[in-house]
């Protein structure tokens, strides 16, 4: 591997020689490797996978573009400074975004961010506060960047109608063994269906405006420093979307009490806490909002659950074919705990909806 790496490595504009590799294993989907060099700066290495992602090349593109769109916005900074607010991406010896392997995979390097941390649970709410403020800035800091430049690379990701068709398309090819598992998953999706589809009809019906979103805001995805948010990283799928989409899918892992691969149903909850701080940040960044996509906020941080736990499930009667799983019935576990997340926000609805009316208009 050691070799391997050290020759893709070397095949980037690097100013540094690689010393050694540390793979980053946080992910579901891309192969990650930390690459220390005998110098700084050191280096985030990471292979696309290419069964994901059929168009890896234009999704390194796009996202050089969105870093890129963000640099400007901070061009009166030192670079120093702007390389801890935006992920910079170093383009090949032959200037291309990204590099190609024999095998034809697609390899893209940026720099790794020193002193910086992530978590997979929130640990107070001054992170979930410095959370909503790096996920509200990110969307802010791009409300003027035109998603025709990018090529749409997963199609339909964060919709709910299209999710439930690959569902069902799972549930009538799955063994009955399988589908026995899931019996009160399935009851679950039936019940919450109809309320769930309702961000996809307003977006249909031209209520909420689609604009740049960085779709995969989850916690781990959020760098910090000490207690302080950096910026947001894995910008693999920036990509035309509602707002909804990053604010409810943040929510869904910084608000939960357990991490995302948690067995234990009793430790899901809803951190009502937590929740108001990360909104608050969120709104202290995030001006641009319309009446409309107000209305459609609280509904989000119940969608965006749901929706990862349909994919889990899905994926889960399709024998694991998607995500990264470590055994049998891990894509089983990971959407028994979105949907108890989902019950814990029910009960706490009504302060949600408070919170967000009081956050909003201060
Ligand atoms: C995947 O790339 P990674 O592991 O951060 C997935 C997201 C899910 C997430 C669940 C391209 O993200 O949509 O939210 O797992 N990304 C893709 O943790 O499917
Ligand atoms: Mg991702």
């Keep these: 591997m050691r ?37 700084k700066p050191n280096y985030v290495l990471q292979r696309i996978n290419g069964n994901v992602f059929s168009d ?39 200037s291309a975004f990204f590099y190609k392997d024999e095998d034809q995979n697609i390899w893209n390097l940026s720099v790794f961010i020193e002193d910086s941390i992530t978590y997979l649970k929130t640990p107070n709410s001054k992170i979930a ?40 398309k799972a549930l009538k090819n799955a063994t009955n063994a399988t ?41 781990s995805n959020i760098l910090f420093t000490e207690n302080k948010a950096l910026c947001l990283i894995d910008t693999d799928t920036v990509m035309k979307g509602a707002i909804h989409f990053d604010y409810g899918d943040a929510i ?31 709104f202290q960044e995030l001006k641009n909002i319309t009446k409309e996509e107000k209305e459609f906020l609280p509904v989000s941080i119940k ?22 799983v470590n055994y049998e019935n891990h894509n089983l576990d990971r959407a028994k705990n979105q949907f108890a997340y989902i019950e814990s926000i029910n009960k706490k609805y009504t302060d949600v909806k408070l919170i967000i009316e009081r956050e909003i208009t201060q």
Excluded: W
């Excluded at 893709?8 to 294993?25: D, P």
């Excluded at 050089?64 to 801890?84: C, I």
């Excluded at 910084?254 to 608050?280: G, H, Q």
């Excluded at 965006?304 to 694991?320: E, K, S, V």
């Design 179 to 219: 589908k026995e598992k899931t019996q009160s998953l399935i009851s679950f999706v039936e019940q919450h269906i109809e309320e769930m589809l309702q961000i996809d009809k307003a977006i249909e019906g031209g209520i909420i405006p689609l604009r740049l979103t960085h779709s995969d805001t989850k916690i």
């Design 303 to 324: 969608m965006m659950p749901f929706i990862m736990g349909l994919r889990f499930l899905t994926d889960f009667l399709n024998m694991n074919v998607y995500y990264k």
């Design 56 to 94: 890896a090349g234009n999704l390194v593109v796009n996202k050089v573009l969105v870093s890129d769109f963000l640099q400007l916005k901070y061009k009166n900074f030192p670079f120093e400074e702007v390389s801890k607010k935006v992920l910079c991406f170093v383009k090949t010896k032959d």
């Design 129 to 168: 506060f410095e959370a909503g403020k790096a996920t509200g800035l990110f969307l802010e800091n791009t409300t003027d960047f035109d998603v025709a430049l990018l090529t749409e690379i997963l199609p339909d990701f964060h919709s709910i109608t299209t999710r439930y068709i690959q569902f069902k």
């Design 252 to 282: 869904r892992t910084i608000c939960n009490t357990a991490d995302e691969d948690e067995k234990d149903l009793n430790l899901v909850d809803f951190n009502l806490d937590f929740f108001k701080s990360y909104t608050k940040g969120f």
């Design 3 to 39: 070799v391997l790496l050290e020759r893709i490595f070397n095949g980037f504009r690097v100013v540094s020689t690689f010393k050694n590799y540390q793979e980053l294993n946080s992910g579901h989907i891309n192969d990650t490797y930390l690459i220390h060099t005998h110098k």
